[in-house]
């Protein structure tokens, strides 16, 4: 066996030490075309996987349900958590609906830069999902130098204290440092109330985000946050 090994090597390489220049020059060069060719497949991999963005459901650009006043809302693609009853499980799969490029980005500053528009939200879908981290950074730091005034909210399945930030992972607590008011919690069906304003179900938390960073436990955002039935103000507080 060892034999027809180094058998096999040696007429192989044989060419370089015949003195036969032509094949010799043939030899190498069928050796540098395979090494390159395996290189330039594993850039093209590469390459694929730098140019891969996550997805989005939708954009509404005159969203009231999602936070205070007019907004533009974002709906992400890609949610693990798969709550009871979800309002928008089709975008659970990571692949349903469109590409996050550039243009879609310019799409959303642009809806925003309107007096009557408060600011931008973010759902999904699970905006703290790590495939979705990336594009959302990208997004919310150009909004924040553009717009430094309207607020971001952003409603997420995790836990603001005992997982996000827990976490420590750098690109969580980048996403978070943009972020004005975060909804936290899964929606738990049993948990629903209709009166409540800007949430599902009673265990969601309207947090304060800035304040809960700088004093490292949750500070609940000001407010009732909580309709009284019949009163005809959406806005209540």
Same mark, same amino acid.
């Given at each position: 066996?060892?034999? /027809?090994? +180094?058998?096999?090597?040696?007429? !192989?390489?044989?060419?370089?030490?015949?003195?036969?220049? @032509?094949?010799?020059?043939?030899?190498? &060069?069928?050796?540098?075309?395979?090494?390159?060719? /395996?290189?330039?497949?594993?850039?093209?991999?590469?390459?694929?996987?730098?140019?891969?963005?996550?997805?989005?459901?939708?954009?509404?650009?005159?969203?009231? &349900?999602?936070?205070?006043?007019?907004?533009?809302?974002?709906?992400?693609?890609? +949610?693990?958590?798969?709550?009871?009853? +979800?309002? @928008?499980?089709? &975008?659970? $799969?990571?692949?349903?609906?469109?590409?996050?490029?550039?243009?879609?980005?310019?799409?959303?500053?642009?809806?925003?830069?309107?007096?009557?528009?408060?600011?931008?939200?973010?759902?999904?879908?699970?905006?703290?999902?790590?495939?979705? /981290?990336?594009?959302?950074?990208?997004?919310?730091?150009?909004?924040?130098?553009? !717009?430094?005034?309207?607020?971001?909210? +952003?409603?997420?399945?995790?836990?603001? $204290?005992?997982?996000?930030?827990?976490?420590?992972?750098? $690109?969580?607590?980048?996403?978070?440092?943009?972020?004005?008011?975060?909804? $936290?919690?899964? !929606?738990?069906?049993?948990?629903? @109330?209709?009166?409540?304003?800007?949430?599902?179900?009673?265990?969601?938390?309207?947090?304060?985000?800035?304040?809960?960073?700088?004093?490292?436990?949750?500070?609940?955002?000001?407010?009732?946050?909580?309709?009284?039935?019949?009163?005809?103000?959406?806005?209540?507080?």
């Amino acid at each position: 066996m060892y034999q /027809r090994k +180094c058998s096999g090597v040696k007429s !192989f390489f044989t060419p370089l030490f015949t003195g036969n220049i @032509n094949k010799m020059i043939f030899v190498i &060069a069928k050796i540098l075309h395979n090494f390159e060719f /395996r290189i330039s497949n594993f850039e093209l991999k590469i390459s694929h996987v730098e140019e891969q963005t996550m997805n989005y459901a939708t954009i509404k650009k005159f969203d009231i &349900a999602n936070g205070p006043g007019v907004r533009v809302s974002l709906f992400v693609s890609g +949610c693990r958590h798969h709550c009871k009853n +979800c309002f @928008n499980k089709e &975008a659970w $799969d990571f692949n349903y609906g469109k590409p996050f490029t550039e243009e879609v980005v310019k799409e959303i500053l642009d809806a925003c830069d309107h007096g009557h528009i408060e600011g931008l939200s973010l759902l999904g879908g699970e905006p703290f999902e790590k495939e979705n /981290r990336g594009g959302l950074i990208s997004l919310v730091k150009q909004f924040k130098e553009r !717009f430094p005034d309207k607020t971001i909210w +952003c409603y997420t399945g995790f836990l603001l $204290d005992d997982e996000l930030m827990a976490s420590g992972e750098a $690109d969580v607590m980048e996403l978070l440092s943009y972020i004005d008011v975060i909804v $936290d919690g899964r !929606f738990v069906e049993e948990l629903k @109330n209709l009166a409540l304003m800007f949430r599902g179900s009673s265990n969601q938390r309207i947090i304060n985000v800035p304040e809960t960073l700088k004093s490292g436990k949750v500070v609940l955002l000001e407010g009732k946050w909580e309709r009284t039935m019949g009163s005809g103000d959406i806005y209540e507080q």
